[in-house]
């Protein structure tokens, strides 16, 4: 029986019923509903994974589940390295499982196309909670706005919504905050100076002496043939958000062990649990939104497990305890939800090694001191058909590295592009909003927004905007939650040599040691050169973070390319200049 489960009777957001489409997986036909994701098709006929690796033939599925990991890459109508958690199905696809790499001359061509230069005074990418509102403060300040996003709806991860073709009777239900949201999303379709470019993807920011030049491409996600276009803009406003850290432990690279961001994401975007039995794990109060999603698609959360212990929290709120005011009720209301489903909350534990041959069948956990490293004897082991680990959060930074801004560090530690008081990058014109400056959750996201927006329409004539009260109240709650739920060395004792640490290229943490060790390295450039560390698909997005902490070389974040694009579009670019 699939460990993975549709939504169940009674859903508030269930699908209504709909006609159903015919695909062909490895040959078999296969029933899918309109909306859904290849991923999601593939899920609930029962696959574990569908990609081999291509060093060592280990199977993959999701992992991340916002396309940024690379693990589900599958084949569909003959193109590979297509990402299947971002790929909406559509009738008559033919799907088929990649293993290891796939030769060009394998792939199916088509003709490239480059679209016409678009021009907007001020350009927002990103439509989650901080693009959102950049988007209505830089228009409502009287700026020509044009806002891209590469989802088929506005949102973004904190406000991801069920695809049109579910007509879902109450997503409301599914949202915190639906109310204020919808009615931003109503705002933007009605305004007459906002422009919306959906699933288009911003691969790389060029700064002429005039403004600023992005390079765009337009259509469902890895297709052949998509259009790719430049765009030209007086202001920027940098939206672009983050990603889940997971640290890497024996048997992490396991097909059902996803990110908790992906657990949310195929839960409140598809209405899939990832499992029947599944296991919650890390750091932080994202843990709560994610066990709420999973058992409103009916999975059974055996625990959620907080690495870090109560009185190590409880000091890093007490440093600013006026930065929790507000958030009261939604603890009292997270808390009330464990309770009625009589789900365990254990402090000072983690997973520290998933067991399986070709999925995640067993996971071994243990108590924790307060540096992280196991306590002896303490381990427990647990039948579970699926863990989600989430330890904080990286910026999605490819975008603001094309743009040369500089970079900094946020309240936790990890990288981040520095701003000033109104949200200007290092970049004159360039502004950055939300987890792109440093984690701190939607409310100072969209604070931030508002300022950027409001700042880049300012910028267009020279006037100086006015700062934000919210974004200080925000940036505090920052502060104090990343004292609360702090990474602890000792993470780095989950693992040994065989353990592997670079996903796409099955680099091991042995492997990696060897190189550092026995060669001349002298940076993050040579790391990758001798190790192949951060060099495959991913370029460096999950395991870069994990490989200079584990080596003490920092890390590198230049990458030209920001998202996938294909080379005959590259080409057809070059051939339209």
Known sequence: MSPYLRS?????????????????????????LPGQTVAAVLMTAGRESWRTTRTAGRPRGVFCGIGACFDCLVVVNGTPDVRACQRTIAPGDTI??????VLPEQTRKAEASVGENVHA???????????????????????QVLLVDGGRQLG?????????????????RLQHGWSSFKKQVDRIAGHPRIDVLMETSVWAIESPPDGHRLWVQTGPADAIGRTPRAVDAKAVVLATGAYDRVLPFP?????????????????KGQRIAVGRKVLLAGTGPFLFPVAESLIGVGAEVVAVLEANRLMRSARGWLTDPLALTGKAREAVAYAGMLARHRIPFLQGRTVVAAHGDDRVEQVTTAKLDEDWHPIPGSERDLEVDAVCLGFGFTAQLELAVSARCRLG??????????????????????????????????????AEGRLAGAAAAAHLNGATPATDRQVAKGKRFATALAKAYPIQPGWQSWSGGSTVVCRCEEVTRGRLADT???????????????????????QGRICSRTAAELTGIPADHRRPVAVPVRLQDLAAIQEDL
């Open 409 to 446: 560090s946020g309240p936790d530690g990890g990288p981040a592009v520095e701003v000033d008081e109104h949200q200007q990058t290092s970049r004159p014109g360039i502004f950055a909003a939300g987890e792109l400056t440093g984690v701190g959750g939607a409310d100072l996201a969209a």
């Open 121 to 143: 005074e001020v350009v927002v990418v990103g439509g989650g909670p901080a693009g959102i509102a950049a988007a209505l403060a830089a228009a409502d300040g009287g700026a």
């Open 96 to 101: 088929t499982s990649q293993a290891g790499a």
């Open 8 to 32: 169940s009777e009674g859903d508030p957001a269930q699908p209504r019923p709909q006609e159903p489409i015919s695909v062909v997986v490895d040959g078999a036909p296969v029933e899918a």
């Open 156 to 172: 973004g991860q904190f406000h991801r919504q069920l695809p049109a073709e579910f007509r879902p009777g109450k997503p409301e």
């Open 251 to 267: 048997g992490w690279d396991l097909p059902g062990v996803y990110s908790a961001g992906a657990a949310q994401t195929l839960a």
């Open 516 to 538: 550092v060790t026995d060669r001349d390295v002298t940076g993050q450039r040579s790391l990758k050169l001798t190790s192949r560390v951060g060099l495959g698909l991913c």
